[in-house]
């Protein structure tokens, strides 16, 4: 037995509005967050200068390392160096060894750092 045209109707309506819903709850969903990169360890650093830095040091070798200064954080990418670390991203960079390091950006020129 076949569906009378209103059922057939009906039905179509019903389907549509499932699917529309669909579409629109979907486009409630708020944005995925991005990924955070997992922290090993942090150090502070006091600079001559005078600005504290902080580095949240990447948990895994290759993975990016967070500058904290001035109210900003900066991610920065490892980068091949001969001996001890670096990162940068283009145009700002941290280098060092052991518990020295120092900053040079676009707007700063080297600044010399220690550990504390």
């Given at each position: 037995?076949?569906?009378?045209p209103r059922?057939?109707?009906?039905?179509?309506?019903?389907?549509?509005?499932?699917?529309?819903?669909t579409f629109?709850?979907s486009?409630?969903t708020?944005p995925?967050?991005p990924d955070?990169?997992?922290?090993q360890?942090?150090?502070?650093?006091?600079c001559?200068?005078?600005?504290?830095?902080?580095?949240?040091?990447?948990a895994?070798p290759?993975?990016?390392?967070?500058l904290?200064?001035?109210?900003?954080?900066?991610p920065?990418?490892?980068?091949?160096?001969?001996?001890?670390?670096g990162y940068g991203?283009?145009?700002?960079?941290?280098r060092?060894?052991g518990?020295?390091m120092?900053?040079?950006s676009?707007?700063?020129?080297r600044?010399?750092c220690?550990?504390?």
């Amino acid at each position: 037995m076949q569906n009378p045209p209103r059922a057939r109707r009906t039905t179509g309506l019903v389907a549509t509005a499932v699917v529309l819903s669909t579409f629109a709850l979907s486009a409630c969903t708020p944005p995925r967050a991005p990924d955070v990169p997992k922290v090993q360890r942090i150090t502070t650093y006091a600079c001559d200068r005078g600005p504290m830095m902080v580095v949240h040091w990447p948990a895994q070798p290759d993975g990016p390392a967070l500058l904290e200064m001035n109210g900003r954080t900066v991610p920065l990418q490892p980068e091949r160096v001969a001996s001890g670390f670096g990162y940068g991203d283009g145009g700002t960079y941290i280098r060092g060894k052991g518990n020295t390091m120092y900053f040079h950006s676009p707007r700063a020129l080297r600044v010399n750092c220690v550990a504390r």
